[in-house]
Every structure is written in structure tokens, then in C-alpha cells.
Nanobody
């Protein structure tokens, strides 16, 4: 089992920045990738960014490219999402997710919620205009 705990959410004005953290514990050696998803009120949970466990490759949804950066601190087993130039439409609950390594490499299924085995409890991000 793997446990994920997010932190770092809050209220920020448009144009501001926040950094989210996701601390992983448990059988983390068996993981392949980490990701951030978000869910706004009345909407489905959507993919934001992902990073392979070794940190070599990152993926982003188009709406956050150039503004958000996903990274990993291997020593701390922590994944970060640095969010700059925040917009009101970024307001959502942000969730951290992890997927086991099945030896199949990266897949676009990792851009969907069904691609992940473990989830954190979420952290609220509110961007005011």
C-alpha cells in the first residue's frame, strides 16, 4: 500500500503562485509515476500534470503548460506542483495520485483517473479575481 498526503493549498489572488506538495509513504519503490489532478465544483476530475518516478519525463495538460511545473524530490519521496500565474479557472480541489509499475512504460491512460492506484485526500486551491 501507498499513502499520499497533499498540502500547500490556499487562497491566492489571480497572478499569484502556490506550491503543492504530495508526500508518499509505504511501498513507494513499486511506483511508476505520480500525477496531479483537479476537480472544480460540478465538473469531472481532470488531469493536470504527471512525472515518471525517476523524474526524467513530465507531462502537462495544455491549459497549464508554461505556468505549472511538476517535480519530485526522490530523497523525500515528495512530489511538488509549482503553480504560477494562477487564474480563477484554476480554482479546484487538487489531488495527488500514484500508479504502480507494471513494466509497460508510459501510457496515455495515465492522463485519466482510471490510470492510478492510489489517491490523496485533496487540497483546496482558490484563486480570486
Amino acid at each position: 500500500q501507498v499513502q499520499l498526503v497533499e498540502s500547500g493549498g490556499g487562497l491566492v489572488q489571480a497572478g499569484g503562485s502556490l506550491r503543492l506538495s504530495c508526500a508518499a509513504s509505504g511501498r513507494t519503490f513499486s511506483m511508476y509515476a505520480m500525477a496531479w489532478f483537479r476537480q472544480a465544483p460540478g465538473k469531472e476530475r481532470e488531469f493536470v500534470a504527471a512525472i515518471e518516478w525517476n523524474g526524467a519525463t513530465t507531462y502537462y495538460t495544455d491549459s497549464v503548460k508554461g505556468r505549472f511545473t511538476i517535480s519530485r524530490d526522490k530523497a523525500k519521496d515528495t512530489t511538488y506542483l509549482q503553480m504560477n500565474s494562477l487564474k480563477p479557472e484554476d480554482t479546484a480541489v487538487y489531488y495527488c495520485a500514484a500508479v504502480k509499475d507494471y513494466g509497460l512504460g508510459y501510457s496515455t491512460v495515465f492522463h485519466t483517473t482510471s490510470g492510478y492506484n492510489y489517491w490523496g485526500q485533496g487540497t483546496q486551491v482558490t484563486v480570486s479575481s
